[in-house]
């Protein structure tokens, strides 16, 4: 349970809150939403998560001006858990690990780990001036590339390691998600010049602006192909 005590300080009264709990993430997230904690965790907050998650707290609240003796730290660790990619229908599923965050390094994990499309994942987050930042290293197999491709996966056997990056903005502004891969260990049979055999390398990256109401994808192999596209919604 959440306990909350009151004292008085030189600095002022200070209210201080306490607890552990596990319930589902909906609902921790918006106890989070409802604290202090809502401006420096706008990252964490935005994410959709399913399934639940165990919750420790332990807050220092200044009831004054003076905030000297402000603290506030927040562990969540996800309890097979699911999280939704922001601007996209793609789960990462089997969440473990722990998302901390305190005033001094802002929000942080040294290492989360899940499954996306029945292939393995592990990644981290890290917090800086100006972003929230997810890094992910997985697999893209036959299931990713049927979910990503579509009908064009049939060009398409093997699978390849995948960097991703998420940029989160601490202010205002777009989320930036980027996929990166040397595609090797994956054959294209395609019209050349985009055929490949497994075992050669081709360079990829996809990034895509996430905001409200609209997505920018970019995407490059090389010199070989560039494409850019721009979806709406409505």
């Given at each position: 349970g959440i306990g909350a005590t009151l004292r008085q300080t030189e600095?002022?009264?200070?209210?201080r809150v306490v607890g552990d709990l596990e319930t589902e993430a909906a609902k921790a997230l918006a106890i989070l939403a409802e604290s202090?904690?809502?401006p420096q965790l706008a990252a964490l907050?935005?994410?959709?998560?399913a399934g639940a998650v165990a919750v420790d707290l332990d807050l220092r609240i200044p009831?004054?001006?003076?905030?000297?003796q402000e603290d506030y730290r927040v562990e969540v660790k996800p309890l097979a858990a699911a999280l939704i990619i922001p601007g996209t229908d793609f789960a990462i599923e089997d969440i473990q690990g722990a998302i901390r965050y305190d005033r001094r390094?802002?929000?942080?994990?040294?290492?989360?780990?899940?499954?996306?499309w029945n292939q393995p994942l592990k990644g981290a987050i890290a917090t800086d001036d100006s972003h929230i930042r997810f890094t992910t290293d997985g697999v893209l197999d036959a299931v990713g590339l049927k979910t990503l491709l579509g009908s064009y996966a049939g060009y398409a056997e093997g699978k390849t390691a995948v960097a991703a990056q998420l940029l989160v903005p601490?202010?205002?502004g777009p989320s930036k998600l980027t996929l990166t891969s040397d595609l090797k260990g994956l054959a294209l049979t395609?019209?050349?010049p985009f055929a490949k055999s497994a075992k050669s390398a081709l360079t990829t990256r996809l990034a895509m602006d996430i905001a409200e109401g609209s997505l920018?994808?970019?995407?490059?192999?090389e010199n070989k192909l560039a494409l850019a596209a721009r979806f709406d919604e409505g």
């Open positions: 600095a002022g009264p200070l209210l202090p904690l809502k907050l935005a994410l959709d998560i009831l004054s001006r003076d905030k000297t390094h802002g929000l942080r994990s040294d290492q989360l780990t899940g499954t996306l601490r202010s205002k395609l019209p050349e920018v994808f970019r995407g490059a192999a």
